[in-house]
């Protein structure tokens, strides 16, 4: 009678298993929803979009030997040492370490798209843009310290453009180095919208200009 009485009391409780169970699953669910928030996600294209916001899709890898080549970044990349960064626009501050980015794209429209990623911060001595083509990468860039007939397109910002086929995804890398502090103003537009706000800015800068030569005159003239 005793011995049964043992057995009894040791058999599990099936109200206490199934609670376990539950948070068990529970604590696996947290997890992954952790570790996929921690991932960028791609940008996607669905069509009509004239500025696509870039918070969230923006991954950076810090590169304090400032010499990495894109070889060594993929591997970090296949070893998950990017890190998600949550703004659109990262300040990284006064470092001598370059810093890579990884941006992915994925159109699901029925036709070309045509876009401009655009790092709007001049003084950036040090601009790489990675491109996939034809199973690798192709390289274009920028940089205020480099020759400005560099540029694959002529304007103050660092600015590349992009054509992503539809219905693909594709990863695009970046790389920047300065001397000044490290501020990052990201944008991704559509190609005729950048151009309309290029010129616009553009139009802008001769206006204000054009009022400092004026001012300038006039009080050389007359002081």
Do not use: C
Not at 23 to 39: I, P, R, V, Y
């Amino acid at each position: 009678m005793f011995s049964e009485r043992i057995a009894i009391a040791a058999a599990p409780r099936p109200a206490y298993s199934a609670y376990r169970r539950i948070l068990l699953a529970g604590l696996a669910l947290w997890l992954g929803l952790l570790a996929a928030s921690s991932q960028a996600r791609p940008v996607e294209i669905r069509g009509g979009e004239h500025r696509l916001g870039l918070a969230g899709h923006i991954a950076l890898l810090e590169d304090s030997s400032a010499e990495l080549d894109l070889a060594q970044v993929l591997e970090a990349d296949q070893a998950g040492k990017f890190e998600l960064v949550s703004s659109g626009s990262p300040v990284l501050g006064y470092t001598d370490s370059a810093f890579w980015g990884r941006l992915q794209l994925a159109n699901y429209t029925e036709h070309t798209v045509g876009l401009v990623f655009d790092i709007a911060y001049p003084p950036l001595d040090e601009v790489d843009f990675y491109y996939p083509v034809d199973g690798g990468y192709g390289r274009h860039q920028a940089g205020d310290g480099r020759p400005f007939s560099v540029r694959i397109l002529h304007t103050r910002t660092h600015a590349f453009p992009i054509l992503l086929p539809p219905g693909e995804q594709a990863t695009y890398y970046f790389r920047v180095k300065g001397e000044s502090s490290l501020t990052l103003p990201l944008s991704l537009r559509s190609q005729v919208r950048f151009a309309e706000e290029t010129a616009t800015n553009y139009i802008a800068l001769g206006i204000y200009y054009a009022v400092m030569l004026v001012t300038l005159f006039y009080f050389g003239f007359f002081w």
